[in-house]
């Protein structure tokens, strides 16, 4: 699996000597992500999770290669040649979670944050949209592309005791779609940006600081919580920015039933809720120590 020069390698040809050669390569960095040999000064190990990735996106092109269908009746290929290879799994996955101390201290600061906007022409900075992200994504568990993507036609102020929010599919990963009650928190953010920049219909909760018929990129907002965290004097969690607050918020709610907490932060089934993103926390580790029956022989 190394590159050639001509593209006349047959793929049905690939072998399992191969396959393992490439991770083997890849992990050690003597190949880039585009299979070109790197310098042996110029190497740098891979972590097991890069490797991972790169092996199941070439796995995932052949498998759909193998049931694309031509004009002419045939397949683009008539099998695919990894069925059956092994995969690298990063066997303890670093799995970031916020805290509520990390979200007070950044809060605490990210009315700092300033963007520049462009509206009309003119130049202006202003406050950026730190601080409502930050509420919504704390109050809510949804992921950060969904909340950037938020409409005023998303918004249902008169369902619920503190209002709901109405999550489309089109602008969720997995595609899940739901109203959801939301919390007093995230109820002030949305008051505040109604305050703020009052809209209708499809308008941007969030709008493009240069065109504001378009929601912020999450590269703006990641952009965005780098400087809270940094005004903050924080140190950043390793691998994670926004996806932090949606581990934070599932795990806070480890005690609640599965489906409800899944349905309310966005997860289409308790599997990837309960693998992924609850984790474990010295609170409830020693209430689960301290907090055991006996188990006794029936008389």
Not at 18 to 38: C, K, N, P
Not at 42 to 58: A, F, H, I
Not at 78 to 97: D, K
């Amino acid at each position: 699996m190394e590159a050639h020069s001509r593209f006349d390698r047959d793929p049905h040809k690939i072998s399992l000597a191969e396959w393992e050669g490439f991770i083997d390569r890849r992990s050690s960095g003597a190949i880039d992500a585009r299979g070109r040999s790197v310098a042996e000064a110029d190497r740098t190990p891979v972590g097991p999770r890069t490797v991972e990735t790169n092996c199941l996106w070439l796995k995932w092109v052949f498998r759909w290669a193998a049931r694309w269908q031509t004009a002419q009746g045939s397949y683009l290929m008539r099998e695919n040649p990894l069925r059956g290879f092994e995969t690298p799994r990063e066997l303890n996955p670093q799995r970031s979670v916020a805290s509520q101390d990390r979200y007070e201290a950044t809060r605490g600061v990210s009315d700092l944050v300033m963007m520049e906007t462009r509206f009309g022409g003119k130049i202006r900075a202003q406050r950026s949209y730190l601080s409502e992200l930050l509420d919504i994504a704390n109050g809510t568990g949804h992921r950060l592309s969904a909340i950037c993507s938020l409409a005023f036609e998303d918004l249902r102020l008169n369902e619920g005791p503190h209002g709901s929010i109405h999550w489309p599919s089109h602008s969720d990963k997995v595609g899940y779609e739901a109203t959801v009650p939301v919390s007093p928190s995230v109820r002030a953010a949305i008051d505040r940006i109604i305050r703020e920049r009052p809209g209708i219909g499809a308008t941007p909760l969030f709008p493009a600081p240069a065109d504001p018929t378009q929601p912020i990129t999450r590269h703006l907002a990641d952009k965005w919580l780098r400087k809270g965290e940094k005004l903050a004097e924080l140190e950043p969690l390793k691998g994670t920015l926004w996806h932090s607050y949606r581990r934070k918020w599932a795990t806070e709610r480890k005690h609640m039933p599965d489906v409800d907490v899944a349905h309310a932060g966005g997860w289409k089934n308790t599997v990837s809720l309960k693998t992924a993103y609850q984790q474990a926390d010295a609170e409830t580790t020693l209430r689960v120590v301290l907090g055991a029956g006996e188990l006794r022989e029936a008389r």
